[in-house]
């Protein structure tokens, strides 16, 4: 069983009209945030404990020690995508050689 929904020309157009729109802001987002790499971008602290898989008072903890940097922007604390990356590659141990 088919439905055709029968819609006027003049509303059709309108929709497509707004899809076009919509399709345009968004290709302008989208090179809006290629401006800026990943790897150079900033992360709040929820996100940043949920990336590292620690709590946020770790977190702290670990900005407190000096052993990763933030920027504090008005109140609130963020952290580099690329200094998250490197604390946890410099934090993971290294695989033993073979025993054989």
């Given amino acids: 069983m088919s439905t055709n929904i029968l819609i006027p020309q003049t509303d059709y157009e309108t929709l497509l009209h707004k899809v076009s729109d919509l399709e345009k802001e968004i290709d302008k987002l989208k090179q809006l945030n290629q401006i800026v790499p990943e790897k150079d971008r900033y992360m709040d602290m929820k ?3 949920a990336l590292l898989g620690i709590s946020r008072a770790s977190i702290y903890r670990i900005m407190l020690r000096g052993e990763l940097g933030y920027t504090n922007i008005g109140r609130q604390r963020r952290l580099l995508i690329s200094d998250l990356m490197k604390y946890s ?3 993971r141990k290294k695989p033993l050689g073979s025993l054989l």
């Fill in 47 to 49: 996100n940043a404990s």
């Fill in 89 to 91: 590659e410099n934090k």
